[in-house]
């Protein structure tokens, strides 16, 4: 951004980017192995709106079909005393590995 100095004036510009929501059907490959994984592993499966940002609209909109999942607490994230139980971090990973294998299996 360009900048000019005038006397006595303070200007800030700002621009905000707000992108619209976008929504995975609760059926289909993804979800039905997303869903399946989570059994495996005795967690509730369960689809919700995201409630923060993310980059995953632009990707949307781009044409990809992003999921938003992981370990933790989303009101934690990014707080002075956010943290993520090692037991929590190495289930996500167990639930990542077993999803890609149903998913890439069944393509």
């Known amino acids: 951004m360009k900048s000019r100095a005038h006397k006595g004036v303070d200007v800030v510009f700002r621009t905000e980017t707000i992108d ?3 929504e995975i059907p609760e059926k289909g490959p993804a979800s039905d ?14 689809t919700d709106a995201f409630k923060s ?38 289930t ?3 639930v990542y590995l077993d999803f890609m294998k149903r998913f890439f299996s069944a393509s």
């Open 33 to 46: 192995c997303l869903a399946a994984a989570f059994s495996d592993h005795g967690l509730p499966w369960k």
């Open 92 to 94: 996500a990973a167990e």
């Open 53 to 90: 940002h993310s980059d995953a609209n632009q990707m949307f909109a781009s044409g990809a079909r992003p999921i938003l999942l992981g370990p933790g607490c989303l009101e934690k994230a990014h707080a002075q005393d956010e943290s993520v139980s090692f037991r929590e971090v190495h």
């Open 20 to 22: 619209a929501g976008y």
